[in-house]
Antibody
Framework: QVQLVESGGGVVQPGRSLRLSCAAS????????MHWVRQAPGKGLEWVAV????????YYADSVKGRFTISRDNSKNTLYLQMNSLRAEDTAVYYC????????????????????WGQGTLVTVSS | QSALTQPRSVSGSPGQSVTISCTGA?????????VSWYQQHPGKAPKLMIY???KRPSGVPDRFSGSKSGNTASLTISGLQAEDEADYYC???????????FGTGTEVTVL
């Protein structure tokens, strides 16, 4: 069965960096796009970033553009989120989620939803 | 771009039906048939309940149904059960710049 396990969260000071990881299993990781979605304490969900199945395309929410970088290592079945210049408003539970483009026959298609989610990792930005 | 608008809370007795609305704009909900719905129990990860406006993933009870009219999407839970008590979020694709917008979330209470 599909499993997504996030790690790397913790407490970090404003302006510092943190890298999150998401280990995937139970599906062909290299064939599927992946997302990061976050949820501030007591608040709603916010889409953060998406990466294509082969890593060639990456898109970001305006709130993190220029500060966060999404990447993947298909040889390790792992998704990453490099977070720089962290702010208090980045405090949230960060979820990785499967979705976006996927290999289909000789090309690719896109799923505009998030069909599997990890359990999340908490990032707290505080001095 | 602002979050999609959902009612803060809805409630119903076991066996009743409840409907949650999700209002956006022509640039998101109204412009694409890519609305999805997620159920989230306290302290848990969201779970996909409906995708592409009205399609149900395998394993999701047929008590859950989705629809859309203009800029408003809706999730209906028929035959409400105690385990349906949770927060529900809609999400819409919003084009190649904004990408995805979530709703404000609705708390469903089973009386």
């Amino acid at each position: 069965q599909v499993q997504l396990v996030e790690s790397g969260g913790g407490v970090v000071q404003p302006g510092r960096s943190l890298r999150l990881s998401c280990a995937a299993s139970g599906f062909t990781f290299s064939s599927y796009g992946m997302h990061w979605v976050r949820q501030a304490p007591g608040k709603g969900l916010e889409w953060v970033a998406v990466i294509s199945y082969d890593g060639s395309n990456k898109y970001y929410a305006d709130s993190v553009k220029g500060r966060f970088t999404i990447s993947r290592d298909n040889s390790k079945n792992t998704l990453y989120l490099q977070m720089n210049s962290l702010r208090a408003e980045d405090t949230a539970v960060y979820y990785c989620a499967k979705g976006g483009d996927f290999l289909y026959g000789s090309g690719s298609r896109t799923r505009y939803y998030f069909d599997y989610w990890g359990q999340g990792t908490l990032v707290t930005v505080s001095s | 771009q602002s979050a999609l608008t959902q009612p803060r809370s809805v409630s119903g007795s076991p066996g009743q039906s409840v409907t949650i609305s999700c209002t956006g704009a022509s640039s998101d909900v109204g412009g694409y048939n890519y609305v999805s719905w997620y159920q989230q129990h306290p302290g848990k990860a969201p779970k996909l309940m409906i995708y592409d406006v009205s399609k149900r993933p395998s394993g999701v009870p047929d008590r859950f149904s989705g629809s859309k009219s203009g800029n408003t999407a809706s999730l209906t839970i028929s035959g409400l059960q105690a385990e349906d008590e949770a927060d529900y979020y809609c999400c819409s694709y919003a084009g190649s710049y904004t990408h995805y917008i979530f709703g404000t979330g609705t708390e469903v209470t089973v009386l």
